[in-house]
């Protein structure tokens, strides 16, 4: 593995990294598995969340014995002081940790939440205070969407890495704007994460063809595309099997910049593969919003869209009968918000789903 500095933190990095976010699906033994895996392969950063259900715990208890072979990144969803400095402690107790390398204001993705994190009483003082007092080392953000919201995340000079969601599609226009390049003059350090589109970017398990340097040429294609951008650093597909973390791993032994023709063949294999991938795609499946106070099956719902924008037309009925057979339809949704703060992926779930039941209510 060859390391790379993370930007102005001056930490050393695997380009591959592990991201937890999928931990919360697999047991504690199966975790501690995959982690120690990684690290015995030479990945030493591990990105988590305080929202990823039990995803810390399970790092703790899995990996904390060997705490001087990783970076640990976690996140605050908190938008105030005393929130954040609740999240700060629960990750500590979770983790059985008493420091976190990096510590991220998480999904600062519109301009009331970055008034709110960034003005008296905010999150980030607690981010200031909690590095001051040596808890954590470096101030972090991750962004979803909001290309100004990051613009002024990179050239406020708070934080040390920004975390964004880049993958072929480049559905956020993050390198369409410039915005990984902007962050590397202000020597930011660049974490990607939706490298694979949440777990859509593959093909299906029992149907994966080898190409592009592994045994998913769409999985290996992707990282190998977000790798191949001069102005990443890192990148952190979740994993929660150990042959994921072997088949990633290999891609950085040695790491080979895609070239054009296989840039080309990527764009083929996705067009063929899924067609459009659209803010459906984006939903992990996580079910963190999950209860919904109103009875909403957000997950079901999102896979009922992705069907009918994916499928083949005489498919698409899968789609619209999946959403006539739940209980309570998006229609039910009050827009209360209780979802927002849940969800990993930033997801405007209110909206969303108001677009959901025109989609699914409209069968031709
Ligand atoms: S915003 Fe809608 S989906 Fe989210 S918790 Fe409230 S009612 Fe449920
Ligand atoms: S809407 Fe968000 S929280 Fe709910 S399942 Fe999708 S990604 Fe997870």
Known sequence: ???????????????????AIKLPGISEDEAAECLNRALDLGINFIDTARNYRDSERKIGLGV??????????????????DGAMADLEKSLDELQMDYIDIWQ???VSDEETWQKVMGPGG???????ARDEGTIGHVSITIHRAIGVMRKAITCGEFETIMLCYNPLDS????AEGILELAKEHDMGTIVMKALSGGQLAYPKDQRIPGLGGPD??????????????AVDIVIPGMQAVHEVEENVALMDPFEPLTDEERQELV??????????????QCLRCGYCQPCPQGVPVPEIFKAVQIVANYPDDLKY???????????????????????????AGLEIPELLQSAHETLTSRA
């Open 318 to 344: 899968l789609g619209y009968d999946l959403y006539e057979s739940l209980e309570v339809g998006a229609d039910a949704c009050v827009a209360c918000g209780a979802c927002l703060e849940k969800c990993p």
């Open 268 to 281: 083929q294999r996705l067009a063929e593969h899924g067609g459009s991938y659209r803010y459906e795609q």
């Open 64 to 81: 904390g014995h060997r705490r001087d072979e990783f970076y640990l990144a976690t996140k605050s969803s908190a938008r105030d002081y």
């Open 217 to 230: 040429a769409i999985v290996a294609g992707s990282l190998r595309w977000v790798l191949s951008h001069p």
């Open 1 to 19: 593995m060859q390391y790379v500095r993370l930007g102005r933190t001056e930490l050393e990095v695997s380009p591959i990294s592990f991201g």
């Open 105 to 107: 204001l998480h999904t």
């Open 172 to 175: 956020e226009n993050v390198a």
């Open 123 to 129: 999150a980030l003082e607690a981010a200031r205070k």
